[in-house]
């Protein structure tokens, strides 16, 4: 059974860093495109980032040059390194497959204050 386990998030003011760290149990990981989604109180989950099983990467427009996404294939660990964070991050963080996602898991609360 597949399992998705995001660890890393909290409370921060605007300007700080996180990093969030996603262990994946169940399923082969490396050959996987992997993404960070996340969802803000009372709107639709979104795609932040994506890494190929090759460590290419693409970014949606709000988080490019603040985000980076990151994975460590030998760990089965999917990271994403948050800077200069906005009080328009605050959501909870998901990781899953990209793009046929498999069963979500509980995620990763992230709250930046102004």
């Known amino acids: 059974q597949v399992q998705l386990v995001e660890s890393g998030g909290g409370l921060v003011q605007a300007g700080g860093s996180l990093r969030l760290a996603c262990v994946v149990f169940?399923?082969?990981?490396?050959?996987?495109?992997m993404g960070w989604y996340r969802q803000a109180p009372g709107k639709q989950r979104e795609l932040v980032a994506f890494i190929l099983s090759g460590g290419a990467t693409n970014y949606a427009d709000s988080v490019k040059g603040r985000f980076t996404i990151s994975r460590d294939n030998a760990k089965n660990t999917l990271y994403l390194q948050m800077n200069s964070l906005k009080p328009e991050d605050t959501a909870v963080y998901y990781c899953?497959?990209?793009?046929?996602?498999?069963?979500w898991g509980q995620g990763t609360q992230v709250t930046v204050s102004s």
């Open positions: 169940g399923t082969i990981f490396s050959p996987k495109t």
């Open positions: 899953n497959v990209f793009p046929n996602y498999l069963q």
